[in-house]
């Protein structure tokens, strides 16, 4: 016997959740792509014409983390409204560590743009890079994390 798990009693909720779960998927996929793509490209090989290559790649990816990270807040924030709203306790857990994920990434991004401009003006150090390398790893980690949440928060709910 098959048995259907009870729909959110609060649309507002799972429609958040919703959005929370589609947001960290797209975002999921674009750091992915960041991580295995973008930086290797722009950080692997000599570093002779990196300030360059970082100036570059600053002007085509604002555009589209801004994006990203202003849709990823948004959906963290309704989330969060509908659950203040609803005071439905299923899948809460889940939530509050998806939402937290949403949240962290683009706190992290912000926190590594000196070290971006540092790498755009020339001051190009190992160190830097293993900085930035590290806070890209980080936020794929906390990606995958906000997918698995979010997806389970829904499920609950």
């Not at 990823?72 to 005071?87: D, K, N, P, Q």
């Not at 401009?117 to 900085?131: C, F, L, N, S």
Request: proline residues 4%; contains cysteine.
């Amino acid at each position: 016997m098959n048995r259907r798990r009870r729909a959110s009693a609060d649309p507002t909720l799972r429609a958040g959740r919703l959005a929370l779960l589609t947001t960290s998927a797209v975002h999921l996929g674009f750091q992915s792509m960041v991580t295995s793509v973008v930086y290797p490209q722009l950080f692997d090989g000599p570093t002779h014409g990196i300030a360059e290559r970082q100036a570059d790649h600053a002007r085509r990816i604002a555009p589209v983390a801004l994006t990203l990270y202003a849709a990823g807040l948004g959906a963290t924030a309704w989330t969060t409204y509908g659950s203040f709203r609803s005071r439905e306790r299923t899948g809460l857990t889940a939530t509050v560590v998806a939402c937290a994920a949403g949240v962290a990434a683009p706190a992290i991004t912000a926190g590594v743009v000196p070290l971006h401009v540092g790498i755009a003006r020339e001051q190009v150090t190992r160190p830097r890079i293993a900085a930035l390398l590290a806070s890209d790893r980080l936020r794929t980690g906390l990606a995958a994390l906000g997918v698995v949440a979010a997806a389970q928060a829904l499920s609950r709910g």
